[in-house]
């Protein structure tokens, strides 16, 4: 009797082993059907698409700028194309920048700097912003001679030219005045010791105006008088309906020409753009911002003392020269879109070159900072 118990037990162990190895061996094999945390990582994992342009991001972030309860995506991007992406549902996005009468320069948009060049599809003449040098290409006009132009500068330009383009300076009134001539595939390249600048072209009249083509769309001038601008040198935004109307507002932080734009409160301040009707309308002076020379670099929203208007905070010490040091800015919103600097008087003018963010810390109810 005993040994058949023994037999049994002996059985029996036999078994429960096989069964514990082959659930051992099981679960090694496949650990995720038995394994609930990776199960969940297998359903919340990411997978990448590539975008079918690359763009040279900076500052980016998402908001609903239509009201629609879809997310929008927008980017500054500092000196290479901005976008600003609505959603239409189902991961297509349109890019409204233009549409909506935001694009840095309304004359001819996406003339500013970008890492992308012209598709020089025609022949003509192509004149654009690649990076921080201004590019002008000729591009199979060999039947038109030579193409001559003048073009103002500020002295503080260094310039190259590919092929047989010529180009003659003289200084005048502390401005460079760049003769040139150009043909077929020439190529004249200009850059800038100091910062981007505003070169002021005038052309002769050798080449059709429709076959002259500015920046990287590329857009035409209605003139052989021009100026391709370099872009608004555009930071960050803060998004939010400012003067109560439920439509979405901007404030845009500008850097000001890495710290040498001059006190202009018409065309070298920060930007408030209000949604009027379908566009952006500046209303940046009206509502009484002035950026004076604050080369910004970050912009945030706070209702720093409660009254339930949001203010507006702005960054400006640059950390080198010429403005290493320059007084952030809060933009107190005393009545609906209508603002006073009084960083002074609160004590948060600091100069030095920081980031920062706002929070309640010792939980008072009040915004720290
Ligand atoms: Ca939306
Ligand atoms: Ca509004
Ligand atoms: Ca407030
Ligand atoms: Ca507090």
């Known amino acids: 009797m005993l040994t058949l118990f023994s037999n049994r037990s002996h059985t029996r162990l036999l078994l429960i082993s096989f069964v514990a190895v082959i659930t051992l061996f099981l679960t090694i094999l496949f650990p995720r059907s038995y394994n609930p945390v990776r199960v969940l990582k297998a359903e ?10 690359t763009y040279h991001l900076f500052d980016l972030g998402v908001t609903d700028i239509n009201n629609d309860n879809l997310l929008d995506i927008f980017t500054v991007n500092h000196s290479v194309r901005q976008k600003l992406l609505i959603n239409e549902g189902h991961n297509n996005f349109q890019d409204q920048l233009l549409n909506l009468g935001l694009e840095q320069s309304l004359n001819f948009p996406g003339v500013g ?21 201004l590019v002008i290409q000729a591009h199979k006009l060999n039947q038109y001679g030579e193409i001559k132009g003048e073009i103002q500068l500020p002295e503080s330009v260094v310039i190259k030219t590919y092929g047989n383009g010529n180009i003659l300076t003289k200084q005048e009134n502390e401005k460079l005045i760049a003769s040139f001539s150009i043909h077929n595939n020439d190529q004249l390249i200009i850059e800038s010791r100091a910062f981007f600048f505003t070169p002021i072209f005038e052309l002769e009249k050798q080449i059709p105006l429709n076959q002259v083509y500015l920046g990287s769309q590329p857009v035409q001038p209605d003139s052989y008088n021009f100026t391709v601008n370099p872009g608004k040198d555009r930071h960050g935004m ?20 890495g710290g040498r734009m001059s006190p ?19 209303r940046t ?15 945030s929203l706070v209702d720093f003392d409660g009254d339930d208007q ?60």
């Open 44 to 53: 919340g994992w990411f997978t990448q698409n590539t975008l079918a342009t």
């Open 113 to 133: 700097p970008s890492d992308l060049k012209p598709n020089m599809k025609s022949p003509g003449l192509y004149i654009y912003w690649y990076k921080s040098k």
């Open 238 to 257: 803060a998004w939010a309906d400012f003067n109560g109307d439920n439509h979405n507002d901007v404030f845009i932080i500008r850097g000001g020409g």
């Open 264 to 282: 202009d409160p018409i065309n070298d301040n920060d930007e408030l753009l209000l949604q009027e009707q379908l566009t952006f309308e500046d």
């Open 285 to 299: 002076f009206e509502a009484g911002i002035l950026k004076e020379v604050c080369p910004g670099r970050q912009v």
């Open 310 to 369: 949001l203010d507006i905070y702005t960054g400006c010490g640059r950390g080198k020269p010429p403005r290493e040091l320059y007084p952030n800015q809060l933009h107190r919103q005393f009545a609906s879109g209508q603002f006073a600097n009084v960083s002074d008087e609160r004590g948060i003018d600091i100069q030095e070159s920081n980031t920062f963010t706002w929070l309640d810390a010792d939980q008072d109810q009040d915004m720290d900072l």
